[in-house]
């Protein structure tokens, strides 16, 4: 079977009935662009489109050599950050990697409010950038799908998936982490377990709830029940309270929790326990499926007990770095998706006991 020829310029300027140079401009995605008419420009872009042309990165290596410099994209506002801030880490090792391997960093802000967006009008704004680092929670795939059909090198901190598409990313071992809290749990002795996870079913809540129950067989344990837990501050507190009854009545001695990025869920459950007069953990024992925010300073609004919470930490620096070292190896290789999953560490508090 004769492999389908790879679209050039050549190809989309006589598609759009402009010049080559015109096309290089366009495409380019720099400030030169912006000297081609929006009329023209669109025709370009919608050329390049139809045909699925993509940058040929390794062409663009020998013409020029690398920008040796790498990017960072943050899909949440997160600069600037101070070392409170659940992704000051992340920065910190992505920036000192960057400056070890000899580049520089950008840092990638997006243009205007609201959503945030890689592509603005059509452009991919990260290839000033060699490959981009991208972060964050509330990602657009979309974007992510255009990036993957550009070949454009990326790195996701944190686990990410696209239909039809293999990602490269480093992520935390939620799973194994979240299987052997169950299991640390279980040789405690306690038997009836419950689960609050956010209703957002992102891949890292998944990976939780698929240690949860991979705890739970471990343990010879039955299935235990799974509870979501709205956005709304006000709904969450009506809804905490209901199950707290609920667990009381049903022998649930344990409790896992995800931490909201906010750590609301965190404090709303202790206040919602403080009502009822239950005790942690001589009353119910909860463990933490993550590091609550660095800003839960004793208290503080999201941490008012200043309670040292048993859970499992993330390694976030080294995450940050990680990803641009599998950058670097992607821009050397270019032979497909790398990824990397790092082991989460348990750290022993004071909010798991013995059963009641």
């Not at 690398?66 to 880490?89: A, C, I, K, S």
Request: glycine residues 8%.
């Amino acid at each position: 079977m004769t492999q389908r020829r790879r679209p050039t310029q050549v190809d989309i300027a006589r598609a759009a009935g402009v010049s080559q140079a015109t096309v290089s401009l366009v495409v380019s995605g720099g400030q030169a662009s912006n000297q081609v008419a929006e009329q023209t420009r669109r025709a370009v872009l919608d050329a390049a489109a139809r045909l699925g042309y993509t940058v040929n990165t390794a062409a663009r290596s020998l013409k020029g050599g690398r920008n040796r410099m790498l990017g960072l994209y943050t899909f949440e506002p997160v600069f600037p950050v101070d070392q409170r801030d659940f992704y000051f880490p992340f920065l910190l090792g992505v920036e000192e990697a960057t400056a070890e391997f000899g580049y520089d960093l950008l840092l990638f802000s997006s243009v205007g409010t609201g959503e945030r967006r890689i592509y603005t009008g059509g452009i991919n704004r990260l290839k000033v950038a060699d490959g981009c680092v991208l972060l964050g929670r509330h990602i657009d795939r979309a974007d992510l799908a255009d990036l993957v059909r550009e070949d454009f090198p990326f790195v996701f901190v944190g686990r990410r998936e696209l239909p039809g598409a293999e990602l490269s990313y480093v992520a935390p071992d939620y799973v194994g982490a979240t299987r052997d809290m169950v299991r640390r749990l279980a040789d405690a002795g306690h038997r009836r377990l419950a689960y609050l996870r956010p209703a957002d079913h992102q891949e890292p809540t998944r990976d939780r709830e698929a240690g949860f129950r991979a705890g739970l067989a471990d343990a010879g344990l039955p299935d235990q029940p799974v509870h979501e837990l709205p956005d709304d501050a006000a709904t969450t507190t009506t809804l905490l309270t209901d199950l707290l009854q609920r667990w009381l009545a049903d022998g649930v001695t344990a409790l896992l929790v995800e931490p909201s990025e906010d750590d609301q869920t965190v404090a709303a459950l202790e206040r919602v326990a403080a009502a009822a007069g239950l005790r942690i953990p001589e009353d119910l024992s909860v463990a933490l499926l993550g590091d609550p925010s660095p800003s839960s300073t004793p208290g503080s609004t999201a941490n008012p007990s200043g309670r040292d919470w048993t859970r499992f930490t993330l390694p976030r620096e080294d995450m940050g770095r990680a990803a641009v070292g599998l950058l670097l190896e992607i821009l050397d290789a270019d032979d497909g998706p790398r990824r990397l999953s790092v082991a989460c560490t348990p750290v022993d508090g004071d909010s798991v006991g013995s059963p009641r």
